[in-house]
């Protein structure tokens, strides 16, 4: 398929608290999506009683969802309406491009829908550690510049990445750091993370960073 008849897929990312990501899910099929993937995550939050009473941690669902780029449209702004993510502590809703989609059926490939370039005025950081460092990840990009984020669970079986025991090879567990920064933020917080948390040696991590396109919730 050539560029040219490409369709526009995008990924939505809502994070939202813990326990609502069925209902996410169930709105969304109201706009046309078929389905989603939730994680569970934790948000940061930074208040010195909280820290103290050692609650500042605060369970999150992240909802994953992928559609062409009308629907995404629609299914943000009704999940703003029904979220009211413009208000504070109420999720966030943003999406990325896909370039390449396989394994669903439920994205039909439209040949006259257009790509489209838009310029992102947001990021998303994205950070693979072990388990563990995803706290130092967070407090290093503050100190970058970023507002915070949110760690996702996950297990990885890279190829040093592995360990032994008794013979056996033992996949430890790892966590995920989603940053969701200005543009002209991103190098400084990146590059804070590489150098401060050695990610260039082997089995440090990982980062890579997606374009944001329309964002709900997010404030500068």
């Known amino acids: 398929m050539n560029e040219s008849t490409t369709p526009h897929f995008e990924l939505m990312y809502v994070i939202v608290k813990y326990g609502l990501g069925s209902k996410v899910i169930k709105e969304a099929k109201k706009c046309g999506v078929s389905g989603g993937t939730i994680m569970l995550g934790k948000g940061t939050i930074h208040h010195k009683i909280l820290n103290l009473l050692a609650i500042s941690d605060v369970r999150k669902e992240v909802v994953l969802m992928i559609s062409n780029k009308h629907i995404s449209e629609i299914v943000l702004k009704h999940l703003n309406k029904v979220f009211e993510f413009d208000k504070p502590n109420h ?96 190098n400084g917080i990146v590059d804070k993370i590489r150098k401060d948390l050695k990610i260039d040696e082997p089995g440090n991590g990982i980062i890579f960073v997606q374009d944001v396109n329309a964002t709900y919730g997010i404030y500068k």
Not at 91 to 115: D, M, V
Not at 156 to 163: N, Q, R, V
Request: net charge negative; with cysteine.
């Open 91 to 186: 999720g966030i809703a943003f999406t990325t491009l896909i370039t390449t989609l396989l394994g669903t059926r439920s994205c039909q490939i439209n040949g006259t829908e257009e790509r489209g370039d838009r310029k992102s005025m947001f990021q998303n950081i994205m950070v693979i550690v072990d388990k563990g460092v995803a706290e130092d990840v967070i407090s290093v990009a503050e100190s970058a510049g970023s507002k915070g984020g949110t760690i996702i669970n996950a297990r990885g079986s890279g190829i040093h990445e592995t360990s032994k025991l008794f013979a056996m090879n033992i996949e430890p567990e790892k966590e995920i750091v989603m940053i969701l920064s200005e543009e002209k933020a991103t």
